[in-house]
């Protein structure tokens, strides 16, 4: 029987004209604009370039002009301690979303390859965790259960997480429920339905967490979006396989 890789997701959300209120990413992410550079800021600092790197749990918002722009979420990078919070990146990365259309996962593995600090394969009992997380993130997963499934400590099993992920269990969970959630969304389902499946306990709440995660307003909602995608790696010896596209 070949062995399963369980592997980190990949998002695109394409998003249009208009500003995204200060939020925190939870996952490294890539701003490409399509037309137009886009503005990064926070109260200290801001940067106007064509594609952005932000680093996730650092509060700021953005600006995106006439065109819209492409937000790329990179589950699992470990960014560089020398990175800055966010910095430009080399017109080479306007490729990223085209390897994105195309379900070209050889080069956005190698896109991943370049902003990524870790070494050797992710501890696979992790990833399996992870794994279920991603396809049901309505299941109650508590600290216990992840302790047991791999045989640590409770203290120990989330730092162990944390390590493996870049993100800590918790927050790990509210960003598959809300990925899963918009993935509904934007097939049809109602707002508060798509919520409670993904978890949430209903469309104000799950409203609220998208203003944290992605900047949109409650009044705007997930509105401002007008298309997902994620690439998803799975199966033995590199296979891989695509979530639905919304466009």
């Known amino acids: ?12 959300f394409a998003f249009d004209e208009g500003g995204l209120g200060m939020h925190e990413n939870l996952m490294p992410c890539v701003i490409v604009g399509k037309q137009h550079p886009v503005i990064v800021s926070n109260d200290t ?3 106007e370039a064509e594609i952005v790197c932000i680093t996730p749990g ?15 979420y990179l589950d699992g990078v470990d960014l560089a301690q020398s990175k800055a919070p966010f910095c430009p990146l080399s017109s080479d990365w306007c490729a990223l979303p085209a390897a994105f259309e195309q379900h070209d996962h050889h080069s956005v593995s190698e896109f991943r390859a370049l902003l990524d600090a870790s070494s050797g394969p992710r501890d696979q009992s992790v990833m399996q965790i992870v794994s279920r997380l991603y396809d049901d993130p309505f299941t109650r997963l508590s600290q216990m259960d992840l302790a047991q499934a791999l045989n640590l400590e409770r203290s120990q099993a989330l730092r162990h997480f944390k390590a493996t992920t870049g993100q800590t269990f918790r927050k790990f969970k509210i960003w598959a429920g809300i990925v899963a959630a918009t993935r509904m969304a934007m097939g ?4 508060g339905h798509a919520g409670v499946e993904a978890g949430f306990s209903d469309a104000a709440h799950l409203t609220r967490t998208a203003s944290s995660v992605f900047g949109t307003t409650p009044t705007k909602g997930l509105s401002g979006l007008i298309g997902m995608q994620t690439l998803i790696g799975t199966g033995s010896c590199g296979a891989h396989r695509a979530c639905p596209e919304y466009r």
């Open 58 to 72: 650092l509060a700021h918002r953005v600006a995106v002009r006439r065109g819209g722009a492409d937000i790329i």
């Open 1 to 12: 029987m070949p062995f399963t890789t369980h592997s980190f997701h990949n998002h695109l």
């Open 45 to 47: 600092q801001q940067i």
């Open 188 to 191: 049809g389902t109602q707002i």
